[in-house]
């Protein structure tokens, strides 16, 4: 729904996408929503590639969204901001019986902006970047 409630609703499904990459290793719908000016995805892809390459795979590494917000004001690019507060667990790595370590998430919180568009098959996030954290 092209709406603020829409939007936020949006942002949330977003990092939904995220964890479920985490869990599976497959990008592909958070890839399908999210444009190449995607800071936070890059970063993502890198990450999920190396952690399911071969029969490898990660535990952990969730995004918990602990705020959404929009002042719901078009910017001159055409984009609607929302910022999202979050905090994110550890991720550890596997593989068949080997176990490679532990990345440490960010407990404390931290801000992310993304900045969407609505198009003809819903919200697309043009730009997604870190602000703090």
Do not use: H
């Not at 399908?32 to 892809?45: H, K, L, M, R």
């Not at 990660?58 to 979050?86: D, F, M």
């Not at 960010?106 to 970047?129: F, K, L, T």
């Amino acid at each position: 729904m092209q709406s603020k409630e829409g939007l936020e609703a949006f942002a949330r499904y977003w990092y939904d996408l995220i964890n479920y990459g985490f869990e599976t290793g497959d990008v592909d719908p958070i890839k399908a929503i999210s444009g190449p000016e995607c800071v936070v995805c890059d970063n993502f892809y890198r990450m999920v590639a190396s952690g399911y390459k071969d029969e490898d795979w990660i535990s952990g590494g969730a995004l918990v969204v602990q705020g959404v917000s929009s002042e719901y004001v078009l910017t001159p690019e055409g984009r609607y901001q929302v910022l999202i507060q979050n905090a994110q667990e550890a991720s550890e790595y596997y593989g068949p019986g080997v176990f490679y370590g532990t990345r440490e998430g960010y407990p404390e919180p931290g801000v992310q902006i993304i900045e969407a568009r609505y198009r003809a098959d819903g919200w697309y996030a043009e730009r997604v970047d870190t602000i703090s954290g």
